[in-house]
C-alpha cells in the first residue's frame, strides 16, 4: 500500500534534548512539507521541499532543522533551541508543489517535552 | 496578505440534521481552494477541491461545497450528518507554487 508514514506516533523528550522525526513515503513524490498543529491554531508550516537536497523555510522554521537526502524521506529535527516544542506535527507529500497537486498526510506525530 | 478564516471554532448538530461549515478567504486573486478532515489524532484527508469551473463541488463522504467569488467564501455543505462526521474540519487556501495556507479549523460534534 502506497502512503506516508510517521514514527513513532508518541514520542517523549526532556526539555534540551533534540529530537527528531521520521518521515517516509512511498507514493513517488517530489514534494514534501512538516507542518506543527496545535489547538486552535490549525496548521502551520514549518519546512517544506520540493526536490532532494533542497528545502525552505516555512512560516514558523525557528528551532527545526530538516535534510532531503532521498526522495522518500524527510526527517524533521526539533532542536533545543524550539522554545514550545510540545506538539502535533504532521507530514504530507505531493507530487509538486504546485496547489493543483493534492497533499497527501500521515498520522502525525505528538512530541512532548518536558 | 492571503488569509483564510474559518469564523466558528466548534459546531455541534443533531445526527440527520444539515450542515454548513464557513470559510472565507483574502487573496488577490481566485485561489485554489480545499477542505480538509482530520479525525481525532490523525493526518488529514481532503474532502474536495475547487480550481474552477462549475462552483458547486461534490467530494467524498457526501460533503459538498460552494464558491462564491462576490462573497470570497467557498463553505462546506452536507445535506444529513452522520455520527461518524465528528472531527475536525480544515479549509485550505493557495496559490501557484506557493504552500497552501491553513484555517484554524473549525470542530464539528454530532450529537443523537
Known amino acids: 500500500d502506497g502512503g506516508i508514514t510517521q514514527s513513532p506516533k508518541y514520542l517523549f523528550r526532556k526539555e534540551g534534548q533534540n529530537v527528531t522525526l521520521s518521515c517516509e513515503q512511498n507514493?513517488?513524490?517530489?514534494?514534501m512539507y512538516w507542518y506543527r498543529q496545535d489547538p486552535g491554531q490549525g496548521l502551520r508550516l514549518i519546512y517544506y521541499s520540493q526536490i532532494v537536497n533542497d528545502f525552505q523555510k516555512g512560516d514558523i522554521a525557528e528551532g527545526y532543522s530538516v535534510s532531503r537526502e532521498k526522495k522518500e524521506s524527510f526527517p524533521l529535527t526539533v532542536t533545543s533551541a524550539q522554545k514550545n516544542p510540545t506538539a502535533f506535527y504532521l507530514c504530507?507529500?505531493?507530487?509538486?508543489?504546485?496547489?493543483?497537486?493534492?497533499?497527501?498526510f500521515g498520522p502525525g506525530t505528538r512530541l512532548t517535552v518536558t | 496578505a492571503q488569509s483564510v478564516t474559518q469564523p466558528d471554532i466548534h459546531i455541534t448538530v443533531s445526527e440527520g440534521a444539515s450542515l454548513e461549515l464557513r470559510c472565507n478567504y483574502s487573496y488577490g486573486a481566485t485561489p485554489y481552494l480545499f477542505w480538509y478532515v482530520q479525525s481525532p489524532g490523525q493526518g488529514l484527508q481532503l474532502l474536495l477541491k475547487y480550481f474552477s469551473g462549475d462552483t458547486l463541488v461534490q467530494g467524498i463522504k457526501g460533503f459538498e461545497a460552494e464558491f462564491k467569488r462576490s462573497q470570497s467564501s467557498f463553505n462546506l455543505r452536507k445535506p444529513s450528518v452522520h455520527w461518524s462526521d465528528a472531527a475536525e474540519y480544515f479549509c485550505?487556501?493557495?496559490?501557484?507554487?506557493?504552500?497552501?495556507?491553513f484555517g484554524k479549523g473549525t470542530r464539528l460534534s454530532v450529537i443523537a
Open positions: 507514493l513517488n513524490h517530489d514534494a
Open positions: 504530507a507529500s505531493s507530487f509538486g508543489l504546485a496547489v493543483s497537486y493534492e497533499q497527501y
Open positions: 485550505a487556501v493557495g496559490v501557484g507554487n506557493t504552500p497552501l495556507v
